[in-house]
């Protein structure tokens, strides 16, 4: 299983100021010494905290391949097609939204999602989609030329953290899982691969290891914040060791 960490938030903490620091670039490297398997960013419309010139000098310099996460707008879809990440996520924005806050309604906007992944795939990157795990936008994804979908673990870790990470998962938190793993298995069983992100860390992973099919995870606001205790190489070790060592521990 490969580990993608998103490093949003070492640009967020440079805009607050408007320093030329931290650097993403170099917080990139720092997770590859950690043992992440590629980066992910998300160019968002207001620019809050991943820039252009953030995304360059990744795709430049970096050795592994960058997933750009971005909005289904033509101004997005023109940047991706000029730059060519080596993969796309495509995900719905709000400006108002803390965080991505749901997956893309591929559902409610066929055509669109189809069109972007056209003109993307043309461009020659891989499209990913980053759908809730319902079976409904599962099935749609599959339509749309997408080779891979992320499904959003966001409820799963939300219910999580409400019931604490002592003991069991509560009741809601194994229904959200059941959810995930059978949107896993359908998305691979209509030949798409499967990734998984949002809202996970290692206090709440574990128990996602087992999704079927489950190739990439994507991690960012909890490892970034790790990292503040400890550094980003530890912080990004402490998951590589959880994903190599599953069931024991
Ligand atoms: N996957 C996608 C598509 C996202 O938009 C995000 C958040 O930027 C993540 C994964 C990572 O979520 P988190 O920062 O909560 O780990």
Do not use: W
Request: one cysteine or more.
């Amino acid at each position: 299983m490969k580990l993608g960490i998103n490093i949003d938030h070492i640009a967020t903490l440079r805009q607050t100021r408007g320093t030329h620091y931290p650097e993403p670039l170099v917080g990139a490297h720092l997770a590859l010494d950690g043992g992440a398997d590629f980066i992910t960013v998300h160019l968002r419309e207001d620019r809050r905290h991943i820039q252009e010139e953030d995304v360059e000098a990744l795709l430049a310099e970096l050795p592994v391949k960058l997933n750009l996460e971005l909005a289904i707008t033509t101004e997005m879809v023109d940047y991706a097609c000029r730059v060519k990440p080596d993969e796309c996520c495509l995900v719905p924005e709000k400006r108002e939204e803390l965080t991505t806050e749901g997956g893309l309604d591929v559902v409610g906007q066929q055509i669109g999602v189809t069109e972007a992944v056209k003109r993307l795939t043309a461009a020659g990157i891989t499209v990913s989609l980053f759908i809730d795990p319902s079976p409904d936008q599962v099935a749609a994804a599959g339509q749309t030329g997408a080779t891979v979908v992320e499904l959003h673990t966001g409820q799963y870790a939300l219910l999580a953290e409400q019931h604490g990470f002592d003991g069991e998962l509560s009741v809601a938190t194994v229904a959200e899982r059941e959810r995930l793993f059978a949107a896993a298995t359908q998305a691979a069983e209509l030949g798409l691969k499967v990734n998984a992100g949002h809202g996970l860390h290692r206090q709440n992973l574990q128990p996602l290891l087992s999704m079927p099919a489950l190739d990439e995870l994507n991690i960012g606001h909890a490892v970034i914040s790790r990292a503040v205790f400890i550094g980003l190489p530890a912080a990004v070790a402490e998951l590589r060791q959880l994903i190599d060592k599953p069931a024991n521990g």
